[in-house]
Structures are given as C-alpha cells and as structure tokens.
T-cell receptor, first 116, second 114 residues
C-alpha cells in the first residue's frame, strides 16, 4: 500500500533562513511519481514539482530545490533564503503506476511559517 | 489561476440535507478528481473520473456520489449530511488522468454543516 509521511507538522523560521521539509514514502511499486504541492493561506493547492522513480537527479528552481533518494525513500524539499511569501502548507504526494489506482495520495502536510 | 472552476465557494447547510458541488476542469483535461480536506484527516482522495467513466475510488462514503458529464464537468453529491462532513472539498483535473499527471486544483468549496 502506498503511504506518504511528513513528520514535521509545523516549522517556523526567520526570514532568510534555509528550511528543509521532509517527505518519506512507502510503495511496493517500482514505477511511481512523487509530487510537491503548496497551499498558501488563500487556500488553493498549487503544483510545484514532480519526479519519477527512475530519475534521482536533484532539481533546483530558483530558491527551491528537491532531493530525491530512493535508498531512503525520501523526497525532501529545501527552500533557500526563505521569504514571508513562502508561508504555506506544503504537501508531498505519491502516485503509483498501477492503472487500477491512478490516485495521488497526499501526506498530511507541513505548515511552514516564515517570520519577518 | 489553475483553470479549474468550483462552485459554490461556500455552502452552509443543516444536518440531513443534500448538496451538490460542481466542478469544471481545465480546458483539455479529461480527468477529474475529488478530494476532501478536513483538519483531522488531511487531503483524502474520494473519486476519479476519466472522460465520463469512474476510474478510481478512494474513501468515499456511500452517502456521497459523483459523476462526470459529457461536457466533462463533474458534480459531487453529498446527502444525509452530518456534522463531520464539514470540510473543504477540492476538485482537480489532469490531462489524461494517468499516474504521472500533476493535478491542477480548483479553489475548493467550503462546506459547513450545522
């Protein structure tokens, strides 16, 4: 069965600090995708990134970077030089290739607060 | 703007009542998903449709039902409402509904059952 764990319920840092959000997943499938979504205070869910199980290259997009490690079943998200606008709930999600269950399962989310 | 439209934004109703939530997917997307977000349960997958057909089912109660119409919009019907059904209901869409497709979410419908 697929499962996503975000052990950090809430994180609070001061602006300009770096912060890493952890995501650990469980799956029996060898083919899957991992996703990160952001839910700002306004409530909508915004897609940030996806990574397939065969691509362990880290990715950097501006201040955002993602570290995928199959050996530890983790897909962590780092924000460098955090800003107040980064305050949001961040969700990690997993989707397996099993065509009978093409649903995306979300972790419980990490609420990130950036203090000015 | 994700391109996914959900109506209404807010809904307040009484226990025992029935409501219908509506979703229009992004242009070109064939698949629609429904999720329920509550404080204690997080984001729970309810159901997925692809081009009018049910594709996957999650933790959807028997009191809830959904459908996707020929024009690809979808409706989620919630009946015999209970206080515990109060939540934010999200609709999302994706192009092909496959496991590698990112979801594009609407702004949600906040349901309050009193």
């Amino acid at each position: 069965a697929q499962k996503v764990t975000q052990a950090q319920t809430e994180i609070s840092v001061v602006e300009k600090e770096d912060v890493t959000l952890d995501c650990v997943y469980e799956t029996r499938d060898t083919t899957y995708y991992l996703f990160w979504y952001k839910q700002p205070p306004s409530g909508e869910l915004v897609f940030l990134i996806r990574r397939n199980s065969f691509d362990e290259q880290n990715e950097i997009s501006g201040r955002y970077s993602w570290n995928f490690q199959k050996s530890t079943s983790s897909f962590n998200f780092t924000i460098t030089a955090s800003q107040v606008v980064d305050s949001a709930v961040y969700f990690c999600a997993l989707s397996e290739a099993d065509s009978s269950a093409s649903k995306i399962i979300f972790g419980s989310g990490t609420r990130l607060s950036i203090r000015p | 703007d994700s391109g996914v439209t959900q109506t209404p934004k807010h809904l307040i109703t009484a226990t025992g009542q029935r409501v219908t939530l509506r979703c229009s997917p992004r242009s070109g997307d064939l698949s629609v998903y429904w999720y329920q977000q509550s404080l204690d349960q997080g984001l729970q997958f309810l159901i997925q449709y692809y081009n009018g057909e049910e594709r996957a089912k999650g933790n959807i109660l028997e009191r809830f039902s959904a459908q996707q119409f020929p024009d690809l919009h979808s409706e989620l019907n919630l009946s015999s409402l209970e206080l515990g059904d109060s939540a934010l209901y999200f609709c999302a869409s994706s192009e092909q509904g496959s496991y590698n497709s990112p979801l594009h979410f609407g702004n949600g419908t906040r349901l309050t059952v009193t």
